[in-house]
């Protein structure tokens, strides 16, 4: 099969996940044989350009044509047999569905957030969830900033989620919801659902698995509000204050909240932090951890982190709400928290550093879960059912003489 794979790289300063996503499955599918290419953008450049150029970028939020005009030529060119979309913000812009439908070649598309329904793609505001735009008009989130905190930021995600929902849904053949979680949200905003499948990401087997009770627990991800960062840090205080659990935390990433959380680790035996891992170093880290702490305030799509942890062998604690609650089973093969409760978490980080050989049965079990539903085996054959589905589906439609382009993604802008 030959697949072309689209993709806005976030900045790499931070650790993204999916850049990691795309990463993996690129190598997943070249490995089984699969013919891949690329068509990316990368945040990082914007940077480089002028200040004329920068100021341009939140133009082609909504559209921007030149991507149009050079994916269909490279689409009519290399006649791939399906394109895979994952992140069009900011620089690729919906116009990459435009060019599918220009070329006549099927898209499917991975959704990683909530941008479809929610223009920051978080659910979120001010620590808290919220649906105010979910299946209505985005002008909530403008009035309230709810990109970086700037009415001006938000406008063009706005603008972009206003102009191109129809276009989303006319010109993709298969949307990839990455839990179930997701797709409910998704489905109950609005979305056809018979659009929407459910394919959880898979995460290569690390080959490193815990081998001891373990020395740490972990927190690797953004440095950032919405993972739960500054829930984390009151209840390690909480801990703190009771003498603590026995071993340290370990607090790995960048983000907004760096210079907040590198002040509060400073001069603390209990706590360290230690930047942005690389992938072997993240891998070394978790299969040394007691547990992996995810304690996001926000409605996880995903949680790589989770998986991760489960094919190391080693529990998590994460919040009880999102995609979570399919991926760790309570009890089990981790602990949940009651979301943005200081006490809850303090709580399950406390339980589940008290009984070591309790935490070493919900390791086993979580290496058990994830060879059952995450592996690279599982994760191929989901990847490649929807590449068919979609190309039997475009080939249906086109024999039938009506394609969904013709009514949206082919229109002129």
């Given at each position: 099969?030959?697949?072309?794979?689209?993709?806005?790289?976030?900045?790499?300063?931070?650790?993204?996940?999916?850049?990691?996503?795309v990463?993996?499955?690129?190598?997943?599918?070249?490995a089984a044989?699969?013919?891949?290419?690329m068509?990316?953008?990368?945040?990082?450049?914007?940077?480089?350009?002028s200040?004329?150029?920068?100021v341009?970028?939140?133009?082609?939020?909504?559209?921007?044509?030149a991507v149009?005009?050079?994916?269909?030529?490279r689409?009519?060119?290399?006649?791939?047999?399906v394109?895979?979309?994952?992140?069009?913000f900011?620089?690729?812009?919906?116009?990459?569905l435009?060019?599918c439908?220009d070329?006549?070649?099927p898209?499917?598309?991975?959704?990683?957030?909530?941008?479809?329904?929610?223009?920051?793609g978080?659910?979120?505001?001010?620590?808290?969830?919220?649906?105010?735009?979910v299946?209505?008009?985005?002008?909530?989130?403008?009035?309230?900033?709810?990109?970086?905190?700037?009415?001006?930021?938000t406008?063009?995600?706005?603008?972009?989620?206003?102009?191109?929902?129809?276009r989303?849904?006319?010109g993709?053949?298969?949307?990839f919801?990455?839990?179930?979680a997701?797709?409910?949200?998704?489905v109950?905003?609005?979305?056809?659902?018979?659009l929407?499948?459910?394919?959880?990401?898979?995460?290569?087997?690390?080959?490193?698995?815990?081998?001891?009770?373990?020395e740490?627990?972990?927190y690797?991800?953004?440095?950032?509000?919405?993972?739960g960062?500054?829930l984390?840090?009151?209840?390690?205080?909480e801990?703190?204050?009771s003498?603590?659990?026995?071993?340290?935390?370990?607090?790995?990433?960048?983000g907004?909240?760096?210079r907040?959380v590198?002040?509060?680790a400073?001069?603390?035996?209990?706590v360290?932090y230690?930047?942005?891992?690389?992938?072997?170093?993240c891998?070394?880290?978790i299969?040394r951890?007691v547990?992996?702490v995810?304690?996001?305030?926000?409605?996880?799509?995903?949680?790589?982190?989770?998986?991760?942890?489960?094919a190391?062998?080693v529990?998590?604690?994460?919040?009880?709400?999102g995609a979570?609650?399919?991926?760790?089973?309570?009890?089990v093969?981790?602990?949940?928290?009651?979301?943005?409760?200081?006490?809850?978490l303090?709580?399950?980080?406390?339980?589940?550093t008290?009984?070591?050989a309790?935490?070493?049965?919900?390791?086993?079990?979580?290496?058990?879960?994830?060879?059952?539903?995450?592996?690279?085996?599982?994760?191929?054959e989901?990847?490649?059912?929807?590449?068919?589905?979609?190309?039997?589906g475009?080939?249906?439609?086109?024999?039938?003489?009506?394609?969904?382009?013709?009514?949206?993604?082919?229109?002129?802008?």
């Amino acid at each position: 099969m030959h697949v072309l794979v689209v993709h806005n790289r976030y900045a790499s300063a931070q650790p993204s996940g999916e850049n990691k996503v795309v990463d993996q499955e690129v190598e997943l599918l070249r490995a089984a044989g699969h013919r891949v290419g690329m068509f990316e953008r990368r945040s990082d450049t914007i940077a480089t350009r002028s200040l004329m150029g920068k100021v341009a970028v939140p133009l082609l939020v909504p559209w921007n044509p030149a991507v149009r005009a050079e994916l269909a030529a490279r689409l009519r060119t290399e006649r791939p047999d399906v394109v895979h979309v994952h992140n069009v913000f900011p620089l690729l812009s919906p116009a990459v569905l435009a060019a599918c439908a220009d070329a006549g070649v099927p898209a499917v598309a991975t959704l990683h957030n909530y941008t479809q329904v929610c223009p920051p793609g978080t659910l979120q505001r001010d620590g808290r969830p919220c649906t105010e735009c979910v299946g209505s008009t985005p002008l909530p989130a403008v009035r309230h900033g709810c990109y970086r905190n700037s009415r001006l930021a938000t406008v063009p995600l706005a603008l972009s989620l206003s102009v191109n929902r129809r276009r989303w849904w006319s010109g993709v053949e298969r949307f990839f919801c990455i839990s179930a979680a997701q797709r409910d949200v998704l489905v109950r905003a609005g979305m056809p659902a018979e659009l929407l499948a459910v394919k959880h990401n898979f995460v290569p087997d690390p080959g490193a698995r815990r081998e001891s009770a373990g020395e740490h627990l972990l927190y690797l991800g953004r440095l950032a509000e919405a993972k739960g960062v500054r829930l984390l840090m009151a209840a390690w205080d909480e801990l703190a204050a009771s003498g603590g659990v026995g071993v340290p935390l370990v607090i790995a990433g960048t983000g907004p909240l760096e210079r907040e959380v590198t002040a509060w680790a400073a001069g603390r035996d209990d706590v360290r932090y230690v930047g942005l891992y690389d992938t072997a170093e993240c891998q070394k880290a978790i299969a040394r951890s007691v547990a992996v702490v995810a304690p996001s305030t926000w409605l996880e799509a995903f949680g790589l982190v989770v998986v991760e942890a489960m094919a190391a062998g080693v529990p998590t604690v994460a919040a009880g709400h999102g995609a979570f609650v399919e991926l760790v089973e309570d009890g089990v093969t981790g602990l949940l928290h009651r979301p943005g409760e200081v006490a809850s978490l303090a709580d399950c980080m406390r339980r589940i550093t008290a009984e070591p050989a309790r935490n070493q049965e919900m390791g086993q079990a979580a290496r058990r879960s994830y060879e059952q539903g995450f592996s690279p085996a599982v994760g191929l054959e989901r990847l490649v059912e929807g590449y068919r589905t979609a190309i039997a589906g475009r080939s249906a439609l086109v024999r039938g003489g009506d394609t969904r382009a013709s009514r949206g993604d082919g229109e002129s802008k």
